[in-house]
């Protein structure tokens, strides 16, 4: 029983080694792989990113063409498992759905369940890279009362999911290229980002040598939560209590400086980037340009750079070293393509699955891995004697 270190959200912790994401939270460098985010956003695709995180290296033309061919057959659910959906009720927040019904695919494939055997890996990949966007189009379309749509095997990943996603059944659906390519790079710089909350889930849950459904189930409600991935859809909602308000920034920065319970500047602050958010000066940069193409919501975006720029110039932010993260401005691109504010997350979900795969079979792989078990400084009572319940 040797002295156990006390370190509260794991500030100075790491939990594993790998060899995925790299971060340099003071430089503000995002790297896959080696690869600079800023090159994979310009140049690469998200199914490309996926490949990459997943194997390591780039795919040569056929390894892509192969392995986008084999995610594309197993695009469809299990018809018992579309059921599913009419089990919740109508309002119900779309994460939720997600993570049950990736929790569900347990059970539908409990022939490739063995994280040990590389095989099942491998088609547990492939099942949950193609389903996904599936589920997630299936939990909107749920949610606004539209019929499912089958997916459409000719499309690549992102088009079908918004085909399944915008489209109706009987009627011939053009996805906006613009649209597609926009959404496919906000995918690719969600895809990894080593140790963060819900990847160590992930990686926890996964330590048990539970299975890959299981630890990527509980990754996404790990992502919920509004401090992690659920920040873009507060981002939206703050902006717009803003609004509400006549546009009073200097007021609402006030209230989060008072430290006003639950009142924060969301979509600002980061546990590692303590300088600026390469993600985000990505994000913020297309911003404009799809908003422009797309006709959003210019007011707000207005409003959300007044906010940074205040913000920026603000002590209270500058001495805390807060500067704009990846959910500040992705909202509003979401709004523009057409979801609503409570499929936000669930974008997060769908660009970050790659990272939660590529994370989990690098654990599983390497043989050092053990559970993952913290211990804690018990500060409870000390012993003391058992007293009867009509003694008390
Ligand atoms: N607004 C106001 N004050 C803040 C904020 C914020 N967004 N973020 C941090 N602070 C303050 C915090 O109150 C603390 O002040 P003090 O030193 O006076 O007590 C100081 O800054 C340090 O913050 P911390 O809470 O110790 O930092 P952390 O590393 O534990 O938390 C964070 C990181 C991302 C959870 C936090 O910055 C936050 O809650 N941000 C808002 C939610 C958000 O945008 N989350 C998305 C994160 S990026 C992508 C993702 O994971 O989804």
Redesign the pocket.
Same mark, same amino acid.
């Given at each position: 029983t040797g002295k156990v270190a006390l370190d509260i959200?794991f500030v100075n912790t790491a939990s594993c080694t790998s060899a995925i994401t790299y971060i340099d939270g003071d430089a503000g460098i995002l790297r896959y792989r080696g690869y600079p985010i800023e090159q994979l956003a310009e140049g690469s695709s998200f199914l490309e990113v996926t490949y990459l995180l997943i194997y390591g290296e780039l795919p040569t033309a056929d390894q892509l063409g192969e392995f986008d061919q084999r995610i594309r057959r197993h695009t469809l659910l299990h018809e018992d498992l579309k059921q599913f959906f009419n089990g919740f009720p109508r309002d119900a927040h779309p994460m939720p759905v997600l993570s049950s019904a990736v929790s569900a695919l347990s059970t539908f494939y409990q022939d490739s369940l063995d994280p040990f055997d590389e095989e099942q890996v491998e088609i547990s990949t492939l099942r949950l890279i193609a389903k996904l966007p599936t589920i997630a189009a299936y939990a909107y379309k749920k949610s606004v009362g539209q019929p499912f749509l089958y997916p459409d095997n000719s499309l690549g990943i992102v088009e079908n999911f918004l085909r399944m996603t915008f489209g109706f059944p009987a009627e011939p659906y053009d996805v906006d290229p613009d649209l597609a390519k926009a959404l496919d790079m906000l995918f690719v710089l969600h895809a990894d &980002?080593e140790q963060?909350?819900s990847t160590s889930t992930v990686r926890l849950v996964g330590s048990s040598h539970a299975n890959l459904f299981a630890s990527v189930s509980a990754g996404i409600n790990a992502l919920f939560g509004? !401090? &992690?991935?659920g920040?873009n859809q507060?981002?939206l909602e703050m902006l717009e209590s803003i609004r509400a308000d006549g546009g009073d920034i200097p007021r609402f920065v006030e209230r989060?400086k008072s @430290?006003e319970p639950g009142v @924060? !500047?969301?979509?600002?602050? &980061?546990?590692v980037y303590k300088n600026y958010?390469p993600r985000a000066a990505i994000v913020k940069s297309t911003a404009d340009t799809v908003l422009d193409k797309l006709g959003g919501n210019n007011e707000l975006l207005d409003l959300a750079r007044q906010l940074e720029e205040i913000a920026l110039n603000d002590e209270f932010f500058i001495q805390?070293k807060?500067y704009p993260?990846?959910?500040f401005y992705t909202g509003l691109i979401y709004q523009a393509m057409g979801f609503p504010t409570r499929m936000f997350t669930v974008l997060?979900a769908l660009g970050r699955l790659p990272g939660w795969i590529a994370q989990w079979r690098e654990m599983i792989a390497d043989p050092s891995t053990k559970i993952g078990r913290p211990r804690q400084i018990y500060t409870g009572e000390t012993a003391r004697d058992y007293v009867p319940v009509d003694e008390r």
């Open positions: 959200g &980002h963060n909350c509004p !401090l &992690h991935g920040a507060s981002v989060v @430290k @924060k !500047l969301m979509g600002f602050g &980061h546990r958010d805390r807060l993260n990846v959910d997060f």
